[in-house]
C-alpha cells in the first residue's frame, strides 16, 4: 500500500509539472487540454474540468479505479472518455495528453489533408514518436460517435487528430506522451510555414529505417 501511494504521489507531481511546461510554453491556454497518466495499479488520474494546466493542484487531480469509475477528485475532464479509449485500444500506454494546441489544431481544420496521415514525414523524430497521424472526423464535445472513432484508429496508432479539435497522443510514460504531443505540434508547425513551397519529406525506405529501429 505504500508502494502505492508513493507511485501516486510522485505521478500525481508529474502531472501538474508538465502541466506547467505546457502551459508556460504556449501550447495550451486557458482551461483547455488535459492530461491523464496510469498507476501500475491500472487507476487512472487526470486533470480535472475547468482547470489551467498551468495552475494544477496535485491533490485535486481526479481518481479513477481501472474499470473507469471515479474515486476521488474533482470533477473530471468533460474529455475523460477520450483518455479512456486510447487506454483501452493501447495496453502499453501509460499517459495520455490532449491538447487544443494552436499549430495542430490548424492543421486539422485544412480541407485537403490526407485522413489516413495527416503530416508528411519532414523529419525523423517525428516518425519515431508519432508515426503516421490519422484525422479523425468532426463530432461536438462529447458526441459518444467521436469515442467509437477514436478508439477504432487508436487500434493501430499511438495518437491521433481530431478534426477542427486538436491532438490525442499516448505513450508508454508521462514523458513520451508529452514529448510526442510536442513533436507533432512542431511538426504542424513547418508544414503550415512550408505550405506553397516545395519539400523533401523522408523518403519511404527511410521512414521505413526509422520504424524499425523504434
Do not use: W
Not at 1 to 27: K, P, Q, Y
Not at 38 to 52: D, I
Amino acid at each position: 500500500m505504500t508502494a502505492i501511494l508513493s507511485d501516486a504521489t510522485r505521478l500525481r507531481d508529474e502531472i501538474c509539472r508538465v502541466g506547467a511546461s505546457i502551459f508556460e510554453r504556449g501550447l495550451t491556454f486557458g482551461s483547455t487540454g488535459n492530461i491523464s497518466a496510469r498507476l501500475p495499479n491500472g487507476e487512472l488520474l487526470m486533470t480535472p474540468t475547468n482547470a489551467s494546466l498551468g495552475d494544477l493542484d496535485p491533490a485535486r487531480l481526479s481518481r479513477f479505479s481501472a474499470e473507469g469509475v471515479q474515486i476521488d477528485g474533482d470533477k473530471p475532464t468533460k474529455e475523460a472518455f477520450l483518455h479512456r479509449c486510447m487506454y483501452c485500444e493501447r495496453p502499453g500506454a501509460g499517459a495520455v495528453v490532449h491538447l487544443h494546441s494552436t499549430y495542430s489544431v490548424a492543421v486539422s481544420i485544412l480541407a485537403d489533408v490526407d485522413p489516413e496521415d495527416v503530416l508528411p514525414p519532414l523529419t525523423a523524430y517525428y516518425v519515431m514518436r508519432v508515426g503516421s497521424l490519422p484525422l479523425i472526423p468532426y463530432y461536438p464535445p462529447g458526441d459518444e460517435s467521436l469515442a467509437l472513432a477514436v478508439g477504432e484508429k487508436a487500434k493501430a496508432h499511438s495518437a491521433v487528430l481530431l478534426a477542427n479539435h486538436g491532438p490525442v497522443v499516448s505513450g508508454a510514460t508521462l514523458r513520451e506522451a508529452q514529448y510526442a504531443t510536442e513533436e507533432l505540434e512542431e511538426t504542424a508547425k513547418l508544414h503550415l510555414m512550408l505550405e506553397g513551397r516545395r519539400i523533401r519529406p523522408l523518403t519511404s525506405e527511410q521512414v521505413d529505417a526509422l520504424r524499425r529501429r523504434t
